[in-house]
C-alpha cells in the first residue's frame, strides 16, 4: 500500500503509543505515523500499555487510544492491580498520572454512543473516528501535539455522572 505524501508534521523525534486491541488498527496508525517522522510503540490493551508507560525509559509524547478495548478476561480495575484491563479514557487518565507531559487523542467507531456508554463528556479530549484516513490521524496528531497536554484532574472533571440521555449530550 503507497501511503500519501505526509502534511507537515512535527513527528521527528516524538514517540506514539498506539494502543487498540484490533492488531490492523495498530498497524495501520504505525504505518501512517512513521511516514510523517513518528517513533511508534503499539499494545493491544490497556494492562500492555501501562506497562509501557511505566517501563519505557524516554519519553512518550502522544497516547493514540480506542476508547473500547475489552478485556481478555474477565478483571478489576482495582487499586492494587497496577496494570488493570480498563477503558481508553481510564487509561489515559492513569497514564498521565505517570508521564504529566503526555497528550491524548481517543479513537472509536461509534463516538456518541461509545463516549456515553462510558460517561464522558463530548470534547474533554480530542477524538478520532474510525475508520480514519491517512490525513486525517494526522492533522489530529499534529494538532494535539502542538497543544497544552491535559491534567489527570480535567480528564475526570469531564465524565459526567447524570443518565445517558440527558441534554448534557446535545451539541
Not at 487509561?91 to 463516549?115: E, F, P, Q
Request: with cysteine; aromatic share 6%; charged share 25%.
Amino acid at each position: 500500500m503507497s501511503l500519501p505524501d505526509a502534511p507537515p508534521s512535527s513527528g521527528e523525534g516524538k514517540i506514539v503509543l498506539s494502543v487498540d486491541d484490533d492488531a490492523d488498527v495498530n498497524e495501520i496508525c504505525r504505518g501512517f505515523l512513521e511516514k510523517a517522522g513518528f517513533s511508534v510503540l503499539t499494545a493491544t490493551g490497556s494492562s500492555e500499555a501501562l506497562k509501557i508507560y511505566k517501563q519505557h525509559p524516554g519519553p512518550i509524547h502522544l497516547l493514540l487510544t480506542d476508547l473500547v478495548m475489552p478485556p481478555p478476561g474477565f478483571s478489576l480495575a482495582s487499586s492494587d492491580n497496577e496494570f488493570p484491563h480498563v477503558h481508553g479514557h481510564e487509561l489515559a487518565v492513569r497514564a498521565l498520572r505517570m508521564r504529566k507531559d503526555l497528550r491524548v487523542v481517543l479513537m472509536s467507531g461509534n463516538v456518541d454512543t461509545d463516549l456515553a456508554s462510558y460517561g464522558i463528556r463530548k470534547g474533554s479530549l480530542p477524538f478520532l473516528v474510525k475508520p480514519f484516513d491517512y490525513e486525517t490521524l494526522m492533522n489530529i496528531v499534529n494538532q494535539t501535539i502542538q497543544a497544552v497536554p491535559p491534567t489527570p484532574e480535567s480528564l475526570m472533571k469531564e465524565t459526567i455522572k447524570s443518565p445517558k440521555g440527558t441534554d448534557e449530550w446535545i451539541d
